[in-house]
């Protein structure tokens, strides 16, 4: 495993503010007004900090809390731009804000990579699934024309094939039948301790899921909505491919259950 593998969670100190700046949102649930891509948020100060940042739920920003961007900021800000931050140096601020988007795609399939590479039932892809590792590393190196030009679809495609293989070989470790919803739509379904060790969960739609002392051990979770699922006494634990913005979107309590390398949000209660 490369020694180089950038850091895989957001450090916002040292993040010219890339997600206030270079995402749209649109006015909704999660925003309370609309803002366009490249526009700074109108909560931004000069110093790229957030003038409500202890108080953004309330104040109608519930997607400022969710989101995550894997480290993708601080990697653009200090690294790829070397520190040359877009309001001193306003010609860096459309290749930066273009390639953001890139990296954090990057630095998610990283993250995704990195945690198969720890799972010894995936044992017999670790050696494609370091070569992986090492192709898309090699990417968060690069420039920012590189990183306009490059087809991250097809990356993330060949990846994900691997991606597929580990969940195979670990939920196949996990004793009896297990479900398969991937991709089904799952919103508001009503799975209060449910069974669902080892399902397949890829892409499912669990938006307002009551997931309530289900028990989702070694569950594949990648790219599955959990927004506003009830998560509250259920058992993650060894859950796979779960990210921390899964667990932010979510609601959930001290009892629920998580994987020792997420935290629980700070709105659970």
């Given at each position: 495993?490369?020694?180089?593998?950038?850091?895989?969670?957001?450090?916002?100190?040292?993040?010219?503010?890339?997600?206030?700046?270079?995402?749209?949102?649109?006015?909704?649930?999660?925003?309370?007004?609309?803002?366009?891509?490249?526009?700074?948020?109108?909560?931004?100060?000069?110093?790229?900090?957030?003038?409500?940042?202890?108080?953004?739920?309330?104040?109608?920003?519930?997607?400022?809390?969710?989101?995550?961007?894997?480290?993708?900021?601080?990697?653009?800000?200090?690294v790829t731009f070397g520190g040359r931050d877009w309001?001193?140096?306003?010609?860096?601020?459309?290749?930066?804000?273009?390639?953001?988007?890139?990296?954090?795609?990057?630095?998610?399939?990283?993250?995704?990579?990195?945690?198969?590479?720890?799972?010894?039932?995936?044992?017999?892809?670790?050696?494609?699934?370091?070569?992986?590792?090492?192709?898309?590393?090699?990417?968060?190196?690069?420039?920012?024309?590189?990183?306009a030009d490059l087809d991250v679809a097809a990356l993330?495609?060949?990846?994900?094939?691997?991606?597929?293989?580990?969940?195979?070989?670990?939920?196949?470790?996990?004793?009896?039948?297990?479900?398969?919803?991937?991709?089904?739509?799952?919103?508001?379904?009503?799975?209060?301790?449910?069974?669902?060790?080892?399902?397949?969960?890829?892409?499912?739609?669990?938006?307002?899921?009551?997931?309530?002392?289900?028990?989702?051990?070694?569950?594949?979770?990648?790219?599955?909505?959990?927004?506003?699922?009830?998560?509250?006494?259920?058992?993650?634990?060894?859950?796979?491919?779960?990210?921390?913005?899964?667990?932010?979107?979510?609601?959930?309590?001290?009892?629920?259950?998580?994987?020792?390398?997420?935290?629980?949000?700070?709105?659970?209660?």
């Amino acid at each position: 495993m490369p020694t180089t593998l950038p850091v895989l969670q957001a450090d916002c100190a040292n993040c010219f503010a890339l997600c206030c700046v270079a995402l749209p949102f649109a006015k909704s649930n999660d925003f309370a007004v609309n803002k366009p891509a490249g526009t700074p948020c109108k909560n931004l100060q000069q110093d790229f900090r957030c003038t409500i940042h202890t108080r953004l739920r309330d104040q109608g920003f519930q997607g400022c809390t969710v989101f995550d961007c894997f480290g993708a900021g601080q990697q653009i800000s200090q690294v790829t731009f070397g520190g040359r931050d877009w309001r001193t140096h306003p010609g860096t601020a459309r290749p930066m804000f273009e390639a953001f988007p890139v990296m954090r795609q990057l630095h998610e399939l990283l993250f995704y990579i990195n945690e198969a590479l720890t799972l010894p039932d995936a044992a017999p892809v670790h050696a494609e699934l370091r070569r992986a590792l090492a192709d898309t590393e090699k990417w968060t190196r690069a420039d920012a024309a590189a990183l306009a030009d490059l087809d991250v679809a097809a990356l993330r495609q060949d990846a994900n094939t691997l991606l597929l293989k580990t969940s195979e070989l670990v939920r196949a470790k996990v004793p009896g039948r297990k479900k398969n919803h991937r991709g089904a739509d799952l919103m508001g379904a009503r799975l209060s301790a449910a069974n669902l060790r080892g399902a397949n969960l890829r892409g499912a739609y669990l938006i307002a899921a009551d997931l309530s002392h289900a028990d989702l051990r070694t569950a594949d979770l990648i790219g599955a909505d959990l927004r506003d699922a009830n998560l509250r006494g259920a058992d993650l634990r060894g859950a796979i491919f779960l990210t921390q913005p899964q667990l932010n979107a979510a609601q959930g309590a001290p009892t629920t259950q998580i994987p020792p390398t997420l935290t629980h949000p700070t709105h659970w209660t």
